[in-house]
């Protein structure tokens, strides 16, 4: 089939949904529709938009708008974990109207201050212990059967984007057979160790773009419409092993070491000895890396979002530290090291 370029001068592709966005919004008799401007950026084909609310409405000054195309995304999955996680006791957006139809969502507004924007080495103590209560909560509350299982082809799929877009189009290399097999003895041990561990509720993105600072009941939870049920040191993994703000290693063993004894505490099943649930954490880290840095990829070269390339060399540093220090998982340097010419580092081994 052939196509016509188009012209830089080109007008751009009527946005069809904002009308009709309008219009529900309109007979809602809530909010004033035209007052609608861009809250927030998404990675996928979800968009946010904050709104002022009626005089003398009953829901502060403003709300959120979600419009997400029901073609391309899973409403009614928000809608459900949203309830799951009010359950637990821990902070996420009231669901004011909605219209699973159209793929619309009028929520309450948790301010506009991410993790992210707020956090520097005065108050991070306060703001991860806060989290990592919040996420104990959570954790607290799963249920079998109730969230679609994180198994182990629900994780290896994850893992083959590294391989294809960051390896194949981002380095624009092709993979050896040798080099392939090595890979996959990293998978393997990798998945060994997230499929023995204890599975709870996971939210799958905690961390610190998807944290609100708020002024109660910190934090403010977002984006956790694809909550899975998996292994327990994935979220933890999430928001200390963050792919946009990196911390000391001291630091990061420290709050660890904190949740570790508080999830005992709790009845959590994690790993009763800590340097397991160390190693545990560790494993689980280099999973979601290895995944984002072929996620990061495919969103730059398939899907035109290059925002993210920027935080590529985090990634990377941690994909690195972590696989020097386990016999299991060092393959993985020595292929990085050959498909990017660098000088292997010194690591120490588990």
Request: net charge negative; hydrophobic share 45%; glycine share 6%.
């Amino acid at each position: 089939m052939s196509t016509t370029p188009i012209s830089p001068s080109a007008p751009a592709p009527a946005d069809t949904r904002l009308p009709l966005l309008h219009a529900w919004l309109a007979g809602l008799n809530l909010v004033l529709p035209a007052s609608a401007r861009p809250a927030s950026s998404d990675a996928s084909f979800r968009r946010y938009f904050r709104v002022d609310t009626l005089a003398g409405g009953a829901h502060g000054a403003t709300l959120i708008v979600m419009d997400a195309p029901p073609e391309r995304e899973n409403v009614a999955a928000f809608v459900k974990v949203a309830a799951l996680l009010k359950a637990a006791g821990v902070n996420v957006p009231e669901i004011v109207a909605q219209d699973l139809e159209q793929g619309f969502l009028l929520l309450s507004d948790l301010g506009e201050t991410t993790y992210l924007q707020a956090l520097d080495h005065d108050n991070a103590a306060v703001l991860y212990a806060e989290a990592l209560e919040s996420l104990v909560k959570i954790q607290r509350h799963s249920q079998p059967d109730v969230l679609p299982e994180f198994d182990r082809a629900f994780m290896l799929r994850e893992m083959m984007l590294f391989p294809e877009w960051y390896i194949g189009k981002h380095l624009g290399a092709t993979l050896s057979e040798a080099q392939t097999a090595q890979l996959n003895g990293v998978f393997e041990a990798i998945l060994g160790n997230a499929m023995a561990q204890q599975q709870v509720f996971m939210h799958r993105d905690y961390h610190s773009r998807n944290l609100m600072r708020t002024d109660e009941g910190n934090p403010g939870i977002l984006d956790f419409q694809d909550a899975v049920y998996g292994p327990v040191t994935y979220d933890l993994a999430s928001l200390l092993r963050d792919a946009y703000i990196q911390w000391d290693e001291e630091l990061v063993l420290d709050w660890v070491i904190r949740y570790w004894q508080r999830a005992k505490t709790a009845g959590l099943p994690v790993n009763p000895d800590i340097d397991a649930f160390y190693r545990d954490f560790e494993f689980m880290a280099l999973q979601r890396h290895l995944k984002i840095l072929g996620l990061f990829a495919r969103l730059n070269y398939r899907d035109g979002k290059a925002h993210l390339m920027k935080d590529l060399p985090t990634v990377l540093d941690y994909v690195r530290k972590t696989a020097n220090r386990y016999k299991d998982l060092k393959p993985l340097v020595r292929l990085l090291d050959a498909l990017e010419d660098k000088t292997p580092q010194v690591g120490y081994t588990f």
